[in-house]
C-alpha cells in the first residue's frame, strides 16, 4: 500500500488548521452551545415562576420569553469568551512566533483575568 494524503494540498500549505481557523469554529460552537445551554435554563426558570399560573397563552408567552432571553444572554457571553480566547490566542502565537501549549494557557489565563476584571462573579 501506498502512504498518500487523502486530500492534494497547495505548496507549502499546512495539514493541519492554524488557531486562526479553528478560532471560528470556536466561536460559532461556543455561541450555538451557550444558546442551547440557556434555552434549557430559560425553560426550567420560566416553568419555575409560572407554576401556579394555569396553562394558558400569557404562561406560554411567559416561558418562551424567559427561553429567548436566557438563551440570546448565554450565547452572547460564551461567544464573547470565545472570541476573546481566540483572539488572545492568535495575537500570543503571531508575537512568539511559536504554536505550542504556552499560547493555549497564556490565552486562557489572559481571557480568565479580562473577564474577572469587569466584576463578573
Known sequence: LQDTDEFI?????????GRFELAF??????????AAFGALNGLRLGLKETQNMAWSKPRNVQILNMVTRQGALWANTLGSLALLYSAFGVIIEKTRGAEDDLNTIAAGTLTGMLYKSTGRV
Open 9 to 17: 494540498l497547495p505548496t507549502g500549505a499546512n495539514k493541519t488548521r
Open 25 to 34: 469554529f470556536t466561536i460559532g460552537g461556543c455561541c450555538m452551545t451557550g
